[in-house]
Every structure is written in structure tokens, then in C-alpha cells.
């Protein structure tokens, strides 16, 4: 297997096509890239910013170029030695009319050789959450229309511009009565009888879309209807879904494979098995893998790591100030006691979830427990799933046939014992988990326990990521995937642990800092981290900008908009994206970027609007508050907070420098997501997924807060004198042992050395962390060194600036004096 040395992530759509990548194979080549990392090829719904929603998983999208376009980028992959890894998506494809499959099944029902693609519980009529109101509205209204379609000589329900393919009997029923005549199909779509009637005789019936948390009879991607899930459990379906990325692999035109959501899927051992035995063992596989605290991944799967999310939520142990974060922590009990107690918040988003966004699904386990245990009521088992369900402290097991693992078993037990202290009796608890412990045979308790594992997922994505995150706003910056935000940081002894640990168990996982996920860009969050550095500077700046803008609050009458947790949020996510210099920047775009994101952030937070019952008046005093915040007639608060963030952003900055140099350099391989190799103050998606500013290298992309002439463009100079080096010694990075350093004198707890030595090869990483802005002078470090092992005979050199340096003690302030972080090596 050839392991990438480093990948960068390109996210294919809009104006990123084959042809504009092929053109930038480069710049990769030159920045040190070793693979090319693709979002998803395959075609998509028409108009997808994404690719994930799939309608043809075998063939190559038009869209951004098809399969010439794709051979033309990969003949340049190719020609500069570089690799190629895709996004595969198993778990899901789009249930639109655009996919051939998806639209044989509604006209087929179980007949269509599709109808065991997908995950559809048949006991019930297909529903389809298609309609803006309620079904007999709809119908009243006269919105429901016959249609015919001469190219595909097809019958169909047009609900505006959604044809729905009618059952063959029906279609000649209706046919027999108008022909193709237009006028008497318009006649027939106003009796309304007949059209219920009609449609009364299809495989498939139409629900008002915001009936599908309560009522969807196949399984979804997360809470998304609009994404059905398939099962590649079974093999023929494996074999469909699958048969082009084989095909590419064995071409030699992909190297690796990263796999969308592996929580999704039945059996995800299974699954990989499977297309390890398919892919072949030289091909480099990733799984997309949230890991909770102290969860590791699954040892038997035959893949190489994650994507690399807890690498992320290794950051804050090194870069926040624990004092400074228990004096943020202090004012936000002030300023919002209801939301700042994490625990209670994971509850309340958890509960919230369970019981509204995934209702269908848990009536669906209710159902299948109540057919198992015929002696338990339905309000019992409910409510025992409901307590468990929350008491789920990662997000999901692994149980499929068989035993669960050691981990799996202690999992469900603390679950279990956690859940049972809200509930009066234990007789439910107890038989829900003999279920997920494999005890009990049978293919309803096979389905139930493949259920229950794929929901306990979702909920907790939910609930934590895209509903906890925007209400637990203390310190926004560790509200990340994989991350925990109410968990104080644990310093450079538990950060070593970590790495020590990532050697043994994922060397050649993805290490991120961005991707397409992350609620903010690396460099906007590196910035955060600082505020507990000085936490009275920003504490009082939020009092100060809150009296500023009280005019600029509106009362109603649920109370202020924006209310107090709402703005301690909203100067954190500012404060993270704002400008080096506010005038010289492009104020609207900066604007238009803020105020989607605050409007995203309170639909996510679920709190006083929603995505499914929004609060216009809400919204709109929100929105306008935020975009006061950044009226030229608001001069007074912009110079008042451009000047509190100012050293923020200079110490921000070191922490981005401090931050990827480590990535470069620990254990797993370092993953760029597109333009992070400039500065990334990048918000929450679609804003991270805009079009990237591909500029040659030295070129700056943003304005520093730094005076010194290297800080335009350090980053990237960083980036591509590391990648480059760990091409020319790869073993040395994927083999090579990780020793951290001792640090001597007063201020040793600034600075993060560690060495990765394999034979006569060595590299040392030394960063500064948690110092002031200033702090390359010897009036800051004073008598601390750093002490290089004597092992390493000879002198190495700083890569970054080409100074030699013995072994032994060396100065700090003479290491980090004209750059602020060093990397030696040694000798070639």
C-alpha cells in the first residue's frame, strides 16, 4: 500500500470542475502534496453543492466534467506522481426522482428489482415528504396535477415541478378514461375524488414534508429526507453501488477511499471487509469516524484510520488557558445560567431529538421491541429506549451477529446503568439490552439491535453538533466535531499521551484542522483559543458592545432579540472572522458571510426559531442586530472591538502556526482542506465551501496583524517546506517513534517540543504555546531551553530558516527568535 504522505481535500461542484483541478496538479505538486483527496464524483442531484446525495453511483458526474474530465485529471495526477483518493457515500443516496432507481421503485413498489436497495420498511405504502402542506390541502387546492410525458411515454403526478411515475395498473386505468388528451387529463386532475382515489392506488403516498420526523417509513441520513439509505449489508446491493469505484481502482486511477458516515451502515465490519477484499490491500482506506472521549476505533476494521476529527479536539488541551477559560466560564453562568450547563443542555438536545426530530424512528423500535416483548406496554418500552438513548455516551456500538466486543459490552452497561436511575423499573432496561448484547435470537431482534444502532448515531450527531453547539456557547471555538466543549484543557502531558497512543493505533490516519464539516475554519478557531489568554479584555468588551448596540436589540414578546447568549455568541463568531483591517476589506461579502451564518446558528439551536417552525419576526430582529454590527454608521463599536481583537488575532495567529506545524509533523498524515494552506477564517458550511483563491505560493491571501515580513505568507511556507521534507523521508514520518522533549526553565510550560527519530533519521517540532505576542525576546523566556537529546549525534538545522544547532540544552529565545516556531532535521 503506498500511504499518502499528506492529502488535500478539493470539494468538486460550482466553479470546481476536473478541468480548473487538472490545472491546479501544480501548485499540489509544488506546495508538497502526495494525494489528491476528492470530495464525492459521482452523480448527484442536479444543482448539488455537495455530491453526497447521489442518484447514479456508477457513473461519473457531467456536471464537473464526466468521465474525460475525470481521466484528464487523473492522466495529471498521474504524470506529477500524485495519488488520488474519492468520497465514497454507502450509507445513502438521494431519494429524488432524478435517481433512476429510486423512481422505478415508486412506480413498481416490491415488484421493481430496486425495492431491496433501499432501506424501506414495506409494511406500509412509501412515503414521500414531498408536499409544502397537508395532503388534503394540497389536493383542495388543485396543486396535484396529471401530466404526460411523451418522451418517456409515462403517466405521471406533477406536484409543481415533481413528476411522480404512476403504478402501471392505474396509469392504463386513467389512460382508458383520457388518453393522452390534455385538456382531459386537467379534467380529471379537478375531480378531486378521483384523483384521491388514484391516488389511493399507489406504491407510494404523499405526506406534508414536516410530517417526516413523525412519520417516514425508510431510513434517512441523519434527519435529511431527502437522502435514503441503502443496504449494502446485502451483497447484490454492495455489488451494484460499488462497481465503478472498483472498476477505477483496478485501473490504477484511484489510490484510496474515504467512506462517508461508516456509523450509518447494518454492519460496518462487514462492509469493510467486503470492499477491502474488493478494493484489493493496496488501496488506503479511511472511514469517517466520530470518536468520543477515550473511544478508539474498532481494531479488526481492515482500514488505515478516520478522517481525522479527533485530532481537532486535541488542540484546546495546548492552546486554551485553563484560569482564563474558568473566568469565561464564571461570566457566562451570568450571563445565560440556563445554557451553561453542558450536562443539562446534552440532556434537554438529546431528549429533543428522541422525542420530535426522530419520533418515526423511535415509534419504528418501539414497534419491533413491543413484537419481541409482547408483555411490556408500549409507553414503557418507549420510555426505556427514550432513557437509553440519552444515556448513550458515544455514538453507536457494534453489534451485528454475535457478541459485542469488550468495549461495546461496557458501553451498553454504563448506558444501561445511567438510564435506568430515571426510570421506576428495571424489567424493560434489562430486556432492551439483552437485545443489544446479542442474547436473543430471532430476525426481529436482529433488526432491532441494527436499528437501534444506526439511530443512537444520529441522535447524538443532533443533539451535540448541530443543536448543543449553538446553545453551549462559552467558548465557541471548542464547539467542534468530535470535540468537548465543557471539558477542561488537559495540557502538554495529556496531548503527548494522546500522540503516543495515535502511533500505536491509527499512524496512518488523516490528522484535520479543517474540513467541509468543521463549524469553522482552523486559523478562526486557533484565534478563539486566545481569548482565555486575557479573558478581562474580551469579557469587558462584550459588557462595552452589548451597551453600545442595545439600540440596536429589539423587544418581543418572548423577550429581547438577540438575548444574552445569543450575543456572547455572536461577538465570539465575529471576532473569529474579523479583518486585519475592517475598511480595506469587502464589507458586503464580510456581511452577507456573518449574517448566514447567525441565521444558521439560531435555526440549529432550536431554542426561539427552527428549521422546521421558523420564527420570522425572531429571525428578522436577529439578522438585524448582527448587520448593525457592521454598519459603517456603527463606527464607534467597529473601532472598540477592532481594537480589543487586535492582539487576539496576533495571538491567534502563532497559535495557527504552533498549530500546523504540529499537524505536519505528529503521528497520522496531515490533511489540507482546500485554501487552508493560506489563512482559513472560514464559518460554518456552505461558507467553508466557497471558492478557494488559488494563488501562487508566497503569495498572501489576507492581511496580517504582524509587522514582520515573513507573517504575510509563513503558513504556507511552513506547509510546503515540511510536506516536502516528509516526501523525501516517509518512513521516518509513517514509521518513525514519537518521544516528546523535556522543556527546562520558567517558562517551560510555553512551549511543546517533541521528536519523531526512525534510525539515523530525526526531526525535533518546537512551538510556542499560550505566550504573548511579543514573545520572542529573552525578557519572556528568560532561562528556558530546550533539551535535545544527545542521541542525535552532529548538529541538525532549522528547515524553516537554515540555522544549525548542537544537541543539548538550546534557548529557547534563541530557537524561536526570528521565526515563531522551529522544526530541525537532520542532516541529509
Not at 472560514?682 to 505560493?697: A, H
Not at 518512513?731 to 519523531?756: C, M, T
Request: aromatic share 10%; with cysteine.
Amino acid at each position: 500500500m503506498r500511504v499518502p504522505t499528506s492529502t488535500y481535500r478539493l470539494q468538486f461542484r460550482g466553479d470546481l470542475t476536473f478541468e480548473r483541478a487538472s490545472g491546479l496538479v501544480p501548485y499540489l505538486k509544488d506546495l508538497g502534496i502526495s494525494h489528491l483527496y476528492a470530495s464525492p464524483i459521482f452523480t448527484a442531484t442536479k444543482g448539488s453543492t455537495h455530491g453526497y446525495d447521489v442518484t447514479d453511483p456508477n457513473e461519473i458526474d457531467p456536471a464537473i466534467g464526466g468521465r474525460k474530465g475525470f481521466d484528464t485529471l487523473t492522466a495529471s495526477l498521474q504524470k506529477a506522481g500524485l495519488g488520488l483518493i474519492v468520497d465514497i457515500v454507502p450509507n445513502h443516496m438521494a431519494a429524488s426522482l432524478e435517481n433512476p432507481w429510486w423512481r422505478d421503485v415508486l412506480r413498481y413498489g416490491q415488484e421493481s428489482v430496486y425495492a431491496g436497495y433501499f432501506d424501506i420498511d414495506w409494511s406500509e405504502k412509501l412515503t414521500l415528504p414531498q408536499l409544502g402542506k397537508p395532503f388534503e390541502e394540497a389536493l383542495a387546492a388543485g396543486e396535484l396535477q396529471l401530466r404526460y410525458d411523451a418522451t418517456e411515454d409515462l403517466l405521471q403526478l406533477a406536484y409543481f415541478d415533481n413528476c411522480f411515475p404512476l403504478s402501471e395498473d392505474s396509469a392504463r386505468f386513467v389512460m382508458a378514461q383520457t388518453g393522452r388528451n390534455a385538456e382531459r387529463l386537467q379534467a380529471f386532475s379537478r375531480d378531486a375524488a378521483k384523483m384521491n382515489e388514484l391516488i389511493e392506488k399507489q406504491y407510494w403516498q404523499l405526506l406534508y414534508w414536516k410530517d417526516a420526523a413523525r412519520h417516514l417509513n425508510y431510513r434517512r441520513f441523519f434527519e435529511v429526507a431527502g437522502l435514503v439509505g441503502i443496504r449494502v449489508e446485502d451483497e447484490r446491493v454492495f455489488e451494484a453501488t460499488h462497481r465503478l469505484t472498483i472498476e477505477l481502482i483496478r485501473s490504477g486511477q484511484v489510490q484510496g477511499l474515504r467512506i462517508d458516515h461508516i456509523d450509518g451502515l447494518a454492519d460496518p465490519k462487514a462492509y469493510l471487509q467486503r470492499l477491502r477484499r474488493a478494493a484489493g490491500a493496496d488501496t488506503f482506506i479511511v472511514v469517517e469516524k466520530i470518536l468520543g472521549h477515550g473511544e478508539t476505533l474498532p481494531p479488526d476494521w481492515p482500514v488505515s484510520g478516520t478522517t481525522g476529527y479527533e485530532f481537532i479536539s486535541a488542540m484546546p488541551d495546548l492552546f486554551l488557558a485553563g484560569d482564563g477559560l474558568q473566568k469565561i466560564e464564571a461570566v457566562y453562568q451570568i450571563v445565560d445560567n440556563e445554557h451553561a450547563d453542558f450536562s443539562a443542555g446534552l440532556r434537554d438536545a438529546k431528549l429533543l431529538m428522541v422525542e420530535r426530530n426522530f419520533a418515526g424512528e423511535m415509534a419504528r423500535l418501539t414497534k419491533l421491541a413491543r413484537l419481541i416483548f409482547p408483555a411490556f406496554d408500549e409507553v414503557e418500552i418507549s420510555s426505556a429506549l427514550r432513557e437509553l438513548l440519552v444515556a448513550f455516551p458515544v455514538y453507536r456500538t457494534y453489534g451485528y451477529r454475535g457478541a459485542l466486543s469488550a468495549e461495546d459490552e461496557a458501553v451498553v452497561r454504563g448506558a444501561v446503568d445511567k438510564a435506568q436511575a430515571k426510570l421506576p423499573a428495571a424489567d424493560v432496561l434489562n430486556a432492551i439490552e439483552s437485545l443489544l448484547r446479542g442474547e436473543i435470537a430471532g430476525e426481529r431482534a436482529g433488526e432491532f439491535r441494527a436499528r437501534f444502532q444506526q439511530l443512537s448515531g444520529p441522535v447524538m450527531a443532533k443533539a451535540v453538533e448541530d443543536t448543543l453547539f449553538y446553545r453551549y456557547n462559552r467558548l465557541i471555538a471548542m464547539n467542534e466535531v468530535g470535540g468537548e466543549p465543557a471539558m477542561p484543557p488537559r495540557g502538554v502531558v495529556a496531548f503527548h499521551q494522546m500522540m503516543a497512543n495515535r502511533l500505536q493505533r491509527q499512524r496512518n490516519g488523516l490528522s484535520a484542522t479543517s474540513t467541509h464539516d468543521t463549524k469553522r475554519g482552523e486559523d478562526a478557531r486557533a484565534r478563539l483559543y486566545s481569548l482565555s489568554q486575557y479573558p478581562e479584555a474580551w469579557i469587558g468588551g462584550f459588557s462595552r458592545w452589548r451597551a453600545m448596540n442595545a439600540a440596536f436589540r429589539t423587544d418581543l414578546a418572548d423577550g429581547p432579540a438577540p438575548e444574552p447568549n445569543i450575543e456572547w455568541m455572536l461577538y465570539q463568531a465575529l471576532a473569529g472572522i474579523w479583518p486585519a483591517d475592517v475598511e480595506l476589506s469587502d464589507q458586503d461579502v464580510l456581511r452577507d458571510r456573518f449574517t448566514a451564518y447567525v441565521l444558521k446558528a439560531i435555526r440549529e439551536a432550536k431554542l426561539r426559531t427552527d428549521w422546521m417552525e421558523e420564527n420570522h419576526a425572531y429571525e428578522k430582529a436577529v439578522l438585524d442586530y448582527a448587520s448593525a454590527l457592521l454598519s459603517p454608521r456603527n463606527q464607534a463599536f467597529r473601532n472598540d472591538f477592532g481594537k480589543t481583537v487586535q492582539p487576539f488575532m496576533k495571538l491567534g495567529y502563532l497559535n495557527s502556526l504552533s498549530q500546523v506545524l504540529i499537524k505536519l509533523t505528529a503521528p497520522g498524515i496531515p490533511d489540507i482542506y482546500q485554501g487552508a494552506e493560506g489563512l482559513d477564517f472560514n464559518l460554518v458550511d456552505p461558507d467553508n465551501r466557497r471558492p478557494v483563491d488559488f494563488r501562487p505560493v508566497g503569495a498572501p491571501q489576507v492581511r496580517s496583524p504582524f509587522k514582520e515580513p515573513w507573517a504575510m505568507s509563513l503558513k504556507r511556507q511552513i506547509i510546503r517546506s515540511v510536506l516536502r521534507h516528509r516526501n523525501g523521508h516517509p518512513e521516518l514520518f509513517l514509521e518513525g517513534s514519537y518521544r516528546p522533549l523535556e522543556i527546562k526553565g520558567e517558562r517551560s510550560d510555553n512551549i511543546l517540543a517533541f521528536a519523531r527519530i526512525h534510525r539515523k533519521e530525526a526531526t525535533i517540532t518546537i512551538v510556542p504555546r499560550l505566550t504573548d505576542a511579543d514573545s520572542s525576546g529573552a525578557s519572556f523566556w528568560k532561562d528556558t531551553v530546550v533539551s535535545i537529546p544527545q542521541r542525535l549525534d552532529g548538529q541538525m538545522r532549522d528547515l524553516l530558516t537554515g540555522k544549525p544547532w548542537p544537541a543539548g540544552d538550546i534557548s529557547a529565545m534563541l530557537l524561536l527568535e526570528d521565526h515563531p516556531v522551529s522544526f530541525l532535521v537532520t542532516p541529509d
